[in-house]
């Protein structure tokens, strides 16, 4: 299995607080992504990374920022946290697209109060 | 408006049948399609994966078939065990993009009956 970690792996926060969720990983994986899970909407796309510093939106990527300053590190950010975020976040990583599988860490359990 | 969807959230089969689980999509630009499975409080892990040049593609007890006319695709699991039972959601993407969006569908949650 690829070395990709998720921190913290719960957290609880207040509405309009900032918080930022950590995905990290050692396969010098190209390709990183962010995504939340809900039910009845599955998997959707927050954003995602095609190298340092390459960010683009994916699906339900309002209220939320990425950066990526290294390869192995891709961090998710809640500028002000509401109670719609509360979700469960996953990150993925991969090495290139073309038939290749993403994989997954572990997720983050978030709960906005 | 959700490009890939699985319309049927949860199925239920005998162990030991077959499963088949369903996926359709919109946007006839993809052409790289995967399934994943995921088991309650991990994260998902890659199952199998076709190409939009083939029509199917076998892995031990899972095959993949992709009717593109239909932008419909399946996922067979023969014989079906206990073990199976998870959520699993299928993905789809365009390699010809210029940035990749890995998109994924909605999940169905399938229970493998002793």
């Known amino acids: 299995d690829a070395g990709i970690t998720q921190s913290p792996r719960h957290k609880v926060t207040e509405t309009g607080t900032p918080v930022t969720l950590r995905c990290h990983q050692t396969?010098?994986?190209?390709?990183m992504y962010w995504y939340r899970q809900d039910p009845g909407h599955g998997l959707r796309l927050i954003h995602y990374s095609y190298g340092v510093k390459d960010t683009d939106k994916g699906e339900v990527s309002d209220g939320y920022s990425v950066s990526r300053s290294k390869t192995e590190d891709f961090l998710l950010t809640l500028e002000s946290a509401t109670s719609s975020q509360t979700s469960v976040y996953f990150c993925?990583?991969?090495?290139?697209?073309?038939?290749?599988?993403?994989?997954f860490g572990q997720g983050t359990r978030l709960t906005v109060v | 408006d959700q490009q890939v969807k699985q319309n049927s959230p949860s199925l239920s089969v005998q162990e030991g049948r077959i499963s088949i689980l369903n996926c359709d999509y919109t946007n006839s630009m993809f052409d790289y399609f995967l399934w994943y499975k995921k088991y309650p409080a991990e994260g998902p892990t890659f199952l199998i994966s076709i190409s939009s040049i083939k029509d199917k593609n076998e892995d031990g007890r899972f095959t993949v078939f992709l009717n593109k006319s239909a932008k419909h695709l399946s996922l067979h699991i023969v014989p079906s065990q206990p073990g199976d039972s998870a959520v699993y959601f299928c993905a789809a993407e365009n390699h010809g993009g210029a940035t990749n969006k890995l998109i994924f569908g909605t999940g169905t949650l399938l229970a493998v009956q002793p």
């Open positions: 396969e010098n994986h190209r390709y």
């Open positions: 993925a990583s991969r090495d290139r697209t073309m038939n290749t599988e993403a994989f």
